[in-house]
C-alpha cells in the first residue's frame, strides 16, 4: 500500500502541473483587449511597418458584425499569416463582451481593441475622417500602408482577393 502513495502523488501533481501549463499557454495565445485612445491607430500602423494587415471595425451590438467576423476568423485560419486587427467601437466596459465574441469566431488570438474615449467621434476621425460610424467597416492596409475602406459587409471573395494580393 505504501509504495503505491508515490506513484499516486507523483501521477497527482503531473496531473495538476501540466493542467496549470496548458491554461497558462492558453491565456499567454489569446490577445488582450486594449484601450483604443488618440493615438492607438499610430501604435497599431507603426508596429506593422511594411506588412500588410486588416483593420475591423465593429460592435456587439451591430447586426452584421458577427457575420463580417466569422468570415474573417475563417480566413484567419486559413491563412495564418493574414494580421487581423479587431478595434471594436463599443465602450471599456463592454471588453469582456468583446474578447468572448472574438474567441466565438476563432479570433481571440487577433490584437483587440476597444474604444476608451469619452468622445468617440474624435476616434473615428481619427481613424479615418470620412467614416461616420458606419458597421462594420474594414479598413485594407497594403505592404506600402495605403489604405482602402470598406463598410458594410465584405463579400469572402473580396476578402480572399485581397489575401492573395498582400499575404504570403
Excluded at 500602423?45 to 457575420?67: D, K, M, N, Y
Aim: aromatic share 8%; with cysteine.
Amino acid at each position: 500500500m505504501l509504495r503505491h502513495y508515490p506513484t499516486r502523488l507523483s501521477r497527482a501533481i503531473f496531473l495538476l502541473l501540466s493542467c496549470m501549463l496548458l491554461s497558462a499557454a492558453a491565456r499567454a495565445v489569446e490577445e488582450p483587449v486594449r484601450p483604443f485612445v488618440a493615438g492607438s491607430l499610430q501604435k497599431i500602423v507603426g508596429e506593422r511597418q511594411g506588412r500588410p494587415f486588416i483593420l475591423a471595425l465593429w460592435s456587439v451590438s451591430c447586426t452584421h458584425c458577427p457575420e463580417e467576423l466569422k468570415t474573417l476568423g475563417r480566413l484567419k485560419q486559413a491563412n495564418p499569416a493574414l494580421d487581423v486587427v479587431l478595434v471594436s467601437t463599443d465602450d471599456a466596459e463592454d471588453a469582456p463582451r468583446v474578447r468572448e465574441l472574438a474567441r466565438r469566431f476563432g479570433l481571440a488570438t487577433a490584437p483587440q481593441w476597444v474604444f476608451a474615449d469619452a468622445a468617440p467621434e474624435r476616434l473615428r476621425f481619427e481613424i479615418d475622417r470620412k467614416w461616420y460610424g458606419e458597421l462594420p467597416r474594414t479598413m485594407f492596409f497594403d505592404r506600402k500602408h495605403q489604405v482602402e475602406a470598406v463598410s458594410g459587409l465584405v463579400s469572402q471573395e473580396r476578402l480572399a482577393r485581397w489575401i492573395g494580393e498582400n499575404v504570403r
